[in-house]
Structure formats: C-alpha cells, structure tokens
C-alpha cells in the first residue's frame, strides 16, 4: 500500500497525533491467507491465522477480507499468542457459508 493510499476509511501512512503519540505508530495492520471451514447457518467458524508482529497484549479492531462480500457475515479475531490470531466468522444468515480461501487484513492496536 502506498502513502496516503486510503483503504477501508483509513488513510495508510497519515501521521496523525494525540498527545504526541503518532497514530500509526499504535495502529497498524497485518495480512494472512485463511480458508475459514464451512459453518452453519446461526453458528461460529474459527481457525487460527499466522500474521507476523501479533504479540500478546494487541487488540484486534477490525478484520478486512480480500474477497469475501456476505450480507450476514461479520469477522472478528483476537490475538491468542505471538504471530497467532483466532480467526471467527459469525454467520448470520440462514444458509451453511462455506467460504473461498481470501486474505484477511487485520487491524491492530499496539498498545
């Protein structure tokens, strides 16, 4: 991504401060390939994703798939051990989703 590139309402490289802290400096990104397994209408799917720089303590605001546009789906993670994040797809809808392999962009908080 090149600076000022702006992906998903984030501006990638922007220097913002507070309290002379830079943003980007707490707030980054980091991206893996995932193939979520098939879940059920109504259910949770989870998987671990590997994505360099994870440490325990970081807080996952929000996670971006490549490809994937699903009415009815929502994606969280959370860091469960360094370079390690659990992966969940919440299916709200009312057929089984079985997903194509995508990236997943995973926007960190490095408190």
Do not use: C, W
Not at 23 to 45: L, R
Not at 81 to 88: G, H, I, P, S
Request: proline share 4%; hydrophobic share 45%.
């Amino acid at each position: 991504m090149a600076e000022g590139q702006i992906l998903d309402g984030l501006r990638v490289g922007t220097k913002f401060t507070r309290n002379g802290v830079k943003i980007n400096d707490i707030v980054t990104y980091a991206s893996a390939t995932a193939d979520m397994p098939s879940t059920a209408a109504g259910d949770v799917g989870t998987i671990p994703l590997t994505a360099t720089g994870l440490a325990v303590g970081d807080v996952i605001l929000g996670v971006v798939p490549t490809i994937t546009a699903i009415t009815g789906i929502a994606f969280t993670a959370s860091v469960s051990a360094a370079n390690t994040a659990e992966l969940v797809l919440h299916n709200g809808t009312v057929g089984a989703v079985d997903l194509a392999t995508d990236v997943y962009t995973l926007y960190v908080l490095k408190p």
